[in-house]
């Protein structure tokens, strides 16, 4: 069974830092695109950041560019998260897409394996 598993939310104060990791099982993502996207309540699920295969290739939402960092090794992905703020506080999802082996993935509808989310809560 294919299984993208997120750890690493929880509650912590503006201006803190989480590192959120996603790890897979079941088969390797080695060659795919993988993204960290993140659903606030009300709000539709957005991109926070985005790896190409090689972990070359990145690409950050505005809103979190300067503060988050993505890498990936070992079939496991990250998201370094710095400099916090309330409106960091979401359900963060890793995802893979198995169809791009070159750049990176930015849209949802392109990723076909999620994972079920980790609650990342930022206190002001």
Not at 61 to 75: C, E, L, M
């Amino acid at each position: 069974q294919v299984q993208l598993v997120e750890s690493g939310g929880g509650l912590v104060q503006a201006g803190g830092s989480l590192r959120l990791s996603c790890a897979a099982s079941g088969r390797t993502f080695s060659s795919d695109a993988m993204g960290w996207f993140r659903q606030a309540p009300g709000k539709e699920r957005d991109v926070v950041a985005a790896i190409n295969w090689s972990g070359r290739n990145t690409y950050y939402a505005n809103s979190v560019k300067g503060r988050f960092t993505i890498s990936r090794a070992n079939n496991t992905m990250y998201l370094q998260m710095n400099s916090l703020k309330p409106e960091d506080t979401a359900v963060y999802f890793c995802a893979a897409d198995t169809d791009n082996h070159r750049g990176y993935s930015i849209y949802y509808y392109n990723m076909d394996y999620w994972g079920k989310g980790t609650l990342v809560t930022v206190s002001s």
